[in-house]
């Protein structure tokens, strides 16, 4: 994984003495909370219902056991004991004190972690595919280009203060993980004739008009990459609204002036960016990516599992993956029991999870925009060892892509822009489908909540979506069905009138049992529902 050189650390010093001295300045008065909301926001410190609230940013998700580690120090010494895993790849801790902000940030700077554009109207953290160097599926690992991203729209002069916030997820591989298309730009790296080059997608996106990204350019070589990226931003910098926050993301500047029009303007000033000179030389490349070298794997480690355990079969064939190197596989750990807080892991389960990463993962871990984290790199041989770790710390829920593995905002528990609650939803559903058999007898289905329209949780990209309103003061939720976030990517389409808590816990349940009559041999509950459509549905929850 990338390491800090001097540049690096020395941006991310100066950012938390630079942040120190305007916190300093906020508490003694000397300015006002309208003045510091901009300033704390670049700094990733929002301020929550009930508290302040920091996201700390995780590259692309890729972080070591050591950052891991500090992750749960931060939670012991500055929350109540957890951090909460976001749908971007992010960790969140909800229970900050203002005066130690400033604190935590040097933590986490001694390890190479930082907090910078995890919020603001600027470029977010990059996302990728946490399945990224270890997926056999891959034209090329995509976290040397996410890492190349990552380091020209830190701090970018012009991109600074955008029109509205903006995010980018890298691809490698034509099966997307990433929820790529989904994004402000979805770049998905391929080969063509023998060359690296990218697709882009740009104008995705959820919140309160949700669109899929439309192609933008079929292919554009490695060589032009970053230039054809400055001028998709230059262009939405050029014409995005900032006199209408509800119309100021890409996307609506893409459906108003349309695909077309946006990409033809986009290569005019391409053309003139191609001549500054900004895309990287090969020898930078080149440096990064020897960061991402593939670890030194065992060439002779065995092929093979021992399935004798049944609850440890289960949970192989539920959470590990397929992995490029024979005698290998991929984990990934759940952060969704029944009785638990989707995304959220206790300091206790960081440190477990932080020392496998260490022992059997060649120090590294993952967060994936489901709110679980990955070991990418586990040898057969020690999946067992592994599983009796995760087993003992509340760790090894076999729910991988079933009902149960709910992603879920924090909602009104938490979050000042919410009309709901999420967490207590996600529970009742949970428990309702615990049973580990039904699950996975329903197979994959990918269920998820927002607490608002901002759409936090993904709502629109869940096989069944559930929102959270407030309807003359009191919680309603809306059904929404037919979403993925996947390369099949669609936007869920809302049922009818919403329910109470207890009664969108029943409609999830009565939308199951009309895919179980319905579905045809080999299909999905999204599959299902694309070929029968919304009516049969309808008809069972309304009458």
Same mark, same amino acid.
């Given at each position: ?45 929002? !301020? ?14 890729? &972080? ?40 935590? &940030? ?55 203060? !955008? ?26 790296? !391929? ?143 759940? !952060? ?208």
């Amino acid at each position: 994984m990338y390491q800090y050189d001097t540049y690096d650390q020395s941006i991310v010093d100066a950012r938390v003495e630079e942040f120190r001295d305007q916190v300093k300045r906020r508490l003694a008065g000397e300015i006002t909370e309208d003045q510091f909301k901009p300033l704390r926001l670049m700094n990733g410190l929002y !301020l929550q219902l009930h508290a302040y609230m920091l996201r700390v940013a995780v590259p692309y998700g890729t &972080l070591s056991g050591k950052q891991m580690h500090m992750l749960a120090h931060v939670a012991r010494k500055y929350d109540r004991g957890y951090g909460h895993f976001t749908t971007r790849q992010n960790i969140q801790f909800n229970w900050i004190k203002l005066d130690q902000a400033p604190d935590i &940030l040097a933590e986490l700077a001694t390890v190479e972690m930082h907090a910078i554009q995890t919020s603001g109207n600027c470029i977010r953290n990059i996302s990728s595919d946490q399945f990224a160097g270890a997926a056999a599926d891959e034209v090329t690992d995509p976290r040397p280009w996410a890492e190349l991203l990552r380091q020209w729209s830190t701090f970018h002069p012009e991109f600074t203060y !955008l029109p509205r916030k903006f995010k980018i997820a890298v691809i490698g591989a034509d099966e997307d993980r990433a929820a790529m298309r989904l994004h402000d730009i979805g770049i998905q790296l !391929l080969t063509r004739d023998g060359r690296l080059g990218a697709k882009i997608y740009v104008g995705g996106g959820m919140g309160r008009t949700p669109f899929v990204a439309p192609e933008i350019k079929d292919f554009v070589t490695a060589d032009d990459l970053m230039s054809y990226l400055e001028a998709c931003l230059r262009v939405y910098n050029r014409y995005g609204r900032r006199d209408n926050i509800y119309k100021a993301r890409i996307k609506i500047l893409i459906h108003e002036i349309g695909a077309a029009e946006y990409a033809r303007q986009v290569e005019e000033e391409f053309a003139h960016v191609k001549t500054l000179g900004i895309d990287p030389p090969l020898a930078e490349l080149e440096r990064i990516s020897a960061f991402f070298a593939p670890p030194a794997f065992d060439a002779d480690a065995p092929d093979t599992i021992d399935r004798s355990d049944p609850d440890f079969a289960v949970w192989v064939d539920q959470n590990v993956r397929p992995h490029k190197q024979p005698g290998y596989a991929i984990v990934t750990i759940s !952060l969704k029991p029944t009785e638990g807080i989707p995304g959220d892991a206790s300091a206790d389960q960081l440190d477990v999870m932080a020392d496998l990463g260490t022992r059997y993962s060649f120090d590294e871990l993952r967060v994936t925009h489901a709110q679980n984290i990955v070991l990418p790199h586990v040898r057969k041989a020690d999946l067992y060892a592994v599983w009796q770790a995760l087993d003992a710390a509340g760790l090894a829920t076999a729910n991988l892509d079933l009902i149960g593995d709910i992603i879920a905002c924090p909602g009104l528990d938490y979050c000042a822009l919410a009309n709901a609650r999420s967490i207590p939803v996600a529970q009742k559903i949970a428990n309702r489908f615990a049973d580990l058999g039904r699950q996975r007898e329903l197979g994959e289905l990918k269920l998820k909540i927002s607490g608002c329209i901002n759409a936090c949780g993904h709502h629109h990209a869940g096989h069944i979506g559930i929102l959270g309103v407030d309807k003359k003061g009191i919680e309603n939720y809306q059904l929404s069905l037919g979403g993925s976030g996947a390369e099949d990517a669609s936007i869920a389409k809302i049922t009818g009138p919403g329910f109470d808590e207890d009664g969108i816990v029943d409609a999830v349940e009565t939308v199951t049992n009309v895919y179980l009559e319905r579905r045809e041999a080999g299909e999905r509950f999204l599959d299902t529902y694309r070929r029968v459509g919304m009516e049969p549905f309808k008809v069972a929850l309304y009458g």
